[in-house]
């Protein structure tokens, strides 16, 4: 069946539309197509591929570079295109799609300064700050991609499992170790990005934590916490508390994932609690940024040290 209806799709003619062709995509050319903005559409780098994209359809560019609308072409195979490189995990299926659609035109290749680096987001909360806690993982995936990194970004889309804390660990467990070991040799970072409670005020209480014993994850979450420090309203006594990683199903999960797990608590700063937490603004540009840096700075330590 699968063969029958790959051979079929190359002779649907719609435009926008995209199927397999000799193991290449193809993409019909729209109104004001050029190469660069068919590649970019693709998440595939148009200055790296552009010769390529030339020899494989120079029947059908007129002039030398234009397209002609309507026609399909093919793209070049780019194992690196932003499509490939920033994923979305959706559990429980484990359905893994791309995590950008047409917000892929918009991304830029900036460096090569986390080339290697595997970073994997989870999203987690109660269900009432999704927006904002996705916003966060979304933008930060875009800017560790543009910089190089593999992104995967791990949401939960049933409410049941999320209120079930060991068949949700292993549901992490499972989606994560299976995409580590394709990695394996390469740095590679776990961050779960945790939120309870409505985010109803102007600031946020942040606190870090790792298990015992990862120094890799202690050390993300180290250069996060002095990150934020630098930009918090109040330091609190941070602390990297354990508490967090000791309840049953977070226990497992430190326990048997295999990428260094650091966790962002993210909760109100209304909280009577403050030992061990940073007070931000909620601003998600902000957060997001200052994240990034802290990614940043873990990978070019490791870089120095080794």
């Known amino acids: ?67 002609k609308e309507g026609w399909a072409y093919k793209i070049p195979d780019a194992p690196d295109s932003f499509k490939k490189m920033g994923r979305a995990i959706s559990l429980p299926s484990g359905d893994e799609t791309s995590l950008f659609g047409t917000e892929l035109a918009k991304l830029d290749l900036k460096s090569e300064e986390l080339k290697g680096a595997v970073y994997y987001l989870i999203v987690e909360d109660s269900g009432q700050n999704q927006d904002f806690i996705s916003t966060i993982a979304t933008n930060l995936a875009s800017r560790l991609l543009v910089n190089g990194a593999k992104v995967y970004v791990i949401k939960v889309v049933d409410g049941a499992l999320q209120k079930n804390e060991m068949a949700l660990s292993q549901q992490y467990v499972d989606a994560v170790n299976k995409r580590y070991l394709k990695n394996q040799g390469k740095y590679q970072r776990l961050l779960l990005l945790r939120s309870n409670g409505t985010l109803q005020g102007k600031n946020l209480d942040l606190a870090f934590y790792h298990h015992d014993g990862s120094n890799e994850g202690q050390r993300l979450a180290d250069n996060l916490e002095m990150i934020f420090a630098k930009n918090s309203k109040k330091v609190v006594a941070v602390e990297n508390s354990q508490d967090v990683l000791k309840k049953k199903g977070n226990l497992f999960l430190a326990k048997n994932i295999l990428p260094a797990i650091t966790v962002l608590y993210i909760s109100d700063s209304k909280n009577k609690s403050k030992e061990g937490k940073l007070i931000v603004r909620k601003d998600q540009k902000a957060l997001t940024q200052m994240i990034a840096k802290g990614m940043f700075q873990d990978y070019a330590d490791l870089e120095i040290k080794e």
């Open 1 to 67: 069946m699968s063969r029958r209806f790959l051979f079929f799709s190359t002779i649907i003619f719609l435009s926008g539309h995209l199927w397999a062709q000799d193991s290449l995509l193809t993409v019909v050319a729209e109104s004001g197509d050029g190469i660069f903005s068919i590649l970019r559409k693709q998440g595939v780098h148009p200055k790296k591929y552009y010769e390529t994209f030339l020899k494989l359809n120079e029947e059908h560019i007129k002039n030398g570079s234009e397209l």
